[in-house]
């Protein structure tokens, strides 16, 4: 490489984060380096930023800036209704939609008998306990429709017991869903949960 | 969005590199932020580092870290021959490559009418005058097999005229490539240019 060691350096750290390889992370490189002054500055002035005031929240796992999330502390959500998510994309996904006006659980993963990930390994332990102290009438378990998803939504039902209505996203075809591309679990789901007309 | 303001910002600004959307920008930000200490203040470092001292050389274009980049000041290099490409991102995949020892002139794009980059846009008045006072033999035109890329390398051949040997990639079925995949300009060229066994 005619690139000197720093350059490099920057290359190799930005190949390395997901959904970049060498080849887009040099082109990111290059786009940067060719704009430093408006780009690759201001770009790593807001990375210390982040890096300096981004942290969990400690009532939920999603991400902000204070112990308490801007969710947790918003006094517009409603409460009563916890969305519990695997991952802060997850619950970034969900707020996209704007459809849920309630508040959040990021457990941080799935159960994963393979990867020794018990529910002590995810926030399952702060789940139980905040359905048990903050008056809540449901929980939406909002995870992936992936084996270890579920798994993971089963043994919370499990734990919940019948003090809480506990609910899961509907599965079906996708809208605009075609069903040449879906797998046969997908069309399998949603045939199984048809509607009258 | 739940997360914060500069989280926001964060995401915007790497969803504008090339090569990455929103969702990947997400992905990686989430990433970064999850391993903040290792991984995001040391990125946001070496952009900064990268911030204050890169920059073209003011010979050939490639991007370096002095007035003169470690090629065109590399003793080891032949003198002689310049290769020139559109890119430095080209100049990267040659050296990669490995094959070619002599010195570069990195001309910052193509000649383009629609686009109204002309010569003087572009480093081709510097190359003309490096070839008449470097003592060079051979000017390699390495640029990309598209229309602009040859339509410049045309353009710089008159220029240089007759006082240097000028030669281009051989262009063909790339190694491993197979035909149903190649376009029929590729084909009719490695066609044309068929060899003998
Ligand atoms: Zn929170
Ligand atoms: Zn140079």
Redesign the pocket.
Known sequence: MSSTRDIDALIEMMAKLPGLGPRSARRAVLHLIRKRGILLSPLADMMQTVAATARE??????I?TAD??????SEKRANGEICVVEDVADLWAMERSGVFKG??H?LGGTLSALDAVGPHELRIPRLIDRVATENITEVILALNATIDGQTTAHYIADELGARVKKTSLAQGVPIGGELDYLDDGTITAALRARKAL
């Open positions: 929240c400690l009532n939920c796992g999603n902000g308490l999330c801007d969710i947790c502390a508040r959040y990021v």
